[in-house]
Nanobody, 123 residues
Framework: QVQLVESGGGLVQAGGSLRLSCAAS????????MGWFRQAPGEEREFVAA????????YYADSVKGRFTISRDNAKKSVYLQMNSLKPEDTAVYYC????????????????WGQGIQVTVSS
């Protein structure tokens, strides 16, 4: 079992930055590929970024590539999402999730989810 809690969201102006954190409980955190997803009102949940169990590989949606950076610290059982050059279209509820197996981009294969945290980017 893995429990996930996001923090660091809020309101920021376009062009600004935020850093999301996701703290995990459970002894098996380091086994999981971790991902960030987001969901805007009326939209489906979409993939943002993912990172392999040891941090050696990272993956990004085209819409955030070059602006967002995912990282993790297995000793702290945490995963992070540094978001720079934020745009109004980045406004959404952001979720971290732990992937058991399967496509990184498919939310249905993630086993555990945080409760989500709001990020609002004003123009």
């Amino acid at each position: 079992q893995v429990q996930l809690v996001e923090s660091g969201g809020g309101l920021v102006q376009a062009g600004g930055s935020l850093r999301l954190s996701c703290a995990a409980s459970g002894r098996t955190f380091s086994r999981y590929t971790m991902g960030w997803f987001r969901q805007a009102p009326g939209e489906e949940r979409e993939f943002v970024a993912a990172i392999s169990w040891n941090g050696g590989s990272t993956y990004y949606a085209d819409s955030v590539k070059g602006r967002f950076t995912i990282s993790r610290d297995n000793a702290k059982k945490s995963v992070y999402l540094q978001m720079n050059s934020l745009k109004p279209e980045d406004t959404a509820v952001y979720y971290c999730a732990a992937n058991g197996a399967g496509s990184l981009y498919n939310p249905n294969v993630y086993d555990y989810w945080g409760q989500g945290i709001q990020v609002t980017v004003s123009s």
